[in-house]
């Protein structure tokens, strides 16, 4: 995090990818716990840099021109196998911080079996009759939009209009 940051600072980066542990375990979900302590001490450490150094505007911290964008390309099964692990789900979950992202929500739902449910991508409330389902593309639409950038220039996805709102 803190060479990431530095490299954000003195402008040769622009983005950082960061990976921590390995999450790919289909037997013996307990070793999960030491790598989830691990990934989010250092996540805690990038945000505790970013809402702490100046931004490049006057007046601004770092995490008012940043946004921190926390997924995987899948989920994982919300019981147990019969090896104690968890394999792959069509279902996840993100995490977005930062500028441009409405915070201190949850948006999307799934239903009592853990499947997704339809959204209305204005608000990020479960919609099963009017909405739509949610994909990566338009997170990512969403995600360009929070960093002032027409995603319609790079994407054929509507936006998650919600992810900003709010």
């Not at 803190?2 to 402008?11: K, P, R």
């Not at 970013?50 to 989920?75: C, F, H, Q, W, Y």
């Not at 950038?149 to 936006?159: I, K």
Request: hydrophobic share 40%.
């Amino acid at each position: 995090a803190q060479i990431g940051v530095s490299a954000i600072e003195q402008g040769l980066a622009w983005s950082l990818h960061l990976e921590g542990g390995d999450f790919d375990t289909h037997s013996y979900n307990v070793q999960q716990a030491s790598e989830h302590e691990s990934f989010y001490t250092g996540l805690l450490a990038l945000m505790d840099l970013l809402t702490t150094r100046p931004g490049a505007m006057p007046g601004n911290k770092m995490i008012d021109e940043t946004v921190v964008a926390v997924m995987s390309e899948m989920g994982r099964t919300p019981k147990l196998n019969a090896t104690m692990g968890k394999d792959h789900w069509p279902v996840t979950s993100a995490m977005f911080l930062g500028a441009g992202v409405g915070g201190g929500r949850a948006l999307g739902a799934t239903d009592e079996m853990a499947g997704s449910l339809n959204v209305n991508y204005q608000t990020g409330e479960a919609d099963p009759d009017g909405g739509q389902a949610l994909q990566y593309g338009n997170l990512a639409a969403a995600l360009l939009q929070a960093c002032g950038v027409d995603s319609s220039n790079h994407l054929q996805s509507e936006p998650f209009h919600a992810l900003c709102n709010g």
